[in-house]
T-cell receptor, first 115, second 113 residues
Framework: ETGVTQSPTHLIKTRGQQVTLRCSSQ?????VSWYQQALGQGPQFIFQ???????GRGNFPPRFSGLQFPNYSSELNVNALELDDSALYLC??????????????FGPGTRLTVL | QKEVEQNSGPLSVPEGAIASLNCTYS??????FFWYRQYSGKSPELIMS????GDKEDGRFTAQLNKASQYVSLLIRDSQPSDSATYLC?????????????FGTGTRLQVTL
């Protein structure tokens, strides 16, 4: 158990819809990173939030957006869902400090299916 | 060229043997290296982290890092059936800033009885 929680566990949506996924970080952690893991692939970095601001973004279109709240929890929003968005969405929590290794601990994930 | 490369496997080892998992990376500026274990349908679980050249041991697990060869490996001694999972190698090129992890596709390990 990492102390990182995600909701919901599973979600089924149709193409064109919008979805919001939620993540609560581990106690003492100030950073949340989101990853997308397609079947048979490694996780792909979507973006990271630190102090309520986006702190780095991977190669994902603008319809993927996020928020971080003062309690360090975070949301991932995906608009105009496409079939290829079907994946396991992982939230990782860490404590970001300058020039220090950033060890990221993953939550259980949200399995999104787009029909 | 992929940024982080792993043999997808499956790697099959008998119970009690040593499993050796390998990973190469392309970014010479990479500074932090991680091994995660992922059971089917579950999220990645941190097994080991390593930051300096050489070996780091934790119980049955040993991580080895060679920055000159851009190579990191994980040895699992006395392999158990419960070790059967996919092992993900992850690399962080810029810790302390926008510290994204870049993952390989994972190596599936099967420990046979």
């Amino acid at each position: 158990e990492t102390g990182v929680t995600q909701s919901p566990t599973h979600l089924i949506k149709t193409r064109g819809q919008q979805v919001t996924l939620r993540c609560s970080s581990q106690s003492g952690h100030n950073t949340v990173s989101w990853y997308q893991q397609a079947l048979g692939q490694g996780p792909q970095f979507i973006f990271q939030y630190y102090r309520e601001e986006e702190n780095g973004r991977g190669n994902f279109p603008p319809r993927f957006s996020g928020l971080q709240f003062p309690n360090y929890s975070s949301e991932l929003n995906v608009n105009a869902l496409e079939l290829d968005d079907s994946a396991l969405y992982l939230c990782a929590s860490s404590r970001l400090r300058a020039k220090s290794p950033d060890t990221q601990y993953f939550g259980p994930g949200t399995r999104l299916t787009v029909l | 060229q992929k940024e982080v490369e792993q043999n997808s496997g499956p790697l099959s080892v008998p119970e009690g043997a040593i499993a050796s998992l390998n990973c190469t990376y392309s970014d010479r500026g990479s500074q932090s290296f991680f091994w995660y274990r992922q059971y089917s349908g579950k999220s990645p679980e941190l097994i080991m982290s390593i930051y300096s050249n050489g070996d780091k041991e934790d119980g049955r697990f040993t991580a080895q890092l060679n920055k000159a060869s851009q190579y990191v490996s994980l040895l699992i001694r006395d392999s158990q059936p419960s070790d059967s999972a996919t092992y993900l190698c992850a690399v962080n090129a810029s810790p302390g800033t926008a510290s994204k992890l870049t993952f390989g596709t994972g190596t599936r390990l099967q420990v046979t009885l």
